[in-house]
């Protein structure tokens, strides 16, 4: 367990900084100047989502379901649109920078593991799986994850205000996807796929 919640960590981390980099390069001085464009995990850190969050999420899993799922999240990385040419494009791109660095870091691990990389191979494939299941996670269209951000420029200025009236209910809405079998029956064997395609191996 304390290697998986080191991996968490690190990989939350690389995915708040790829979010503060991104909007950085696209003229929002907001991440740097809040002190959030670092690879400092004490500055991204929430307690409950980034510590107690996945420590439950991990405990109950693995007795109900006998397979180990973990999930967490940091410290938004504060945004301000108006820096933006074009706000809800730009969100979309910023959203999606948490994800594809999840993905990458999946990507440079398997490779590692590929070339004969002989040492902590278990926990590179351990690296492998949370970053694979945070990119697919935050990438489910519920506001504030990270898939929500995606849908912003088709939607109208109307519609997205009735979207981002879900956010109050985002831990109920998990809740109810956790109990309904969603990442049971959706994202592990998201994962399992993608994992199989990385290294021949499945959960």
Known sequence: MPILILILFVSITFHEYAHGWVASKLGDPTPKQSGRLSLNPL??????????????????????????????????????PYHFKNPKKDIAL?????????????????LLLRMGFPLFTEAIVLGIMVNLILAIFN?????????????????????????RKLEPYI????????????????????VSLILFGLLGISL
């Open 171 to 190: 831990f109920l809405i998990l809740a109810l996807l956790f109990i309904s079998g969603f990442f049971r029956w959706f994202i592990l064997p998201l």
């Open 94 to 110: 910023v959203g999606l920078a948490g994800p594809l660095m999840n993905i990458l870091i999946a990507i440079v691990l398997s």
């Open 43 to 80: 500055v991204h850190i929430d307690p409950f989502g980034t510590i107690i969050l996945p420590i439950i999420l991990l405990v109950i899993s693995t007795r109900i379901i006998g397979q180990p799922f973990t999930f967490g999240y940091a410290k938004p990385v504060p945004i301000n």
């Open 139 to 163: 990438l489910v269209p519920i506001p504030p994850l990270d898939g929500s951000k995606l849908l912003l420029p088709f939607l109208s200025k109307k519609a997205t205000n009735n979207y």
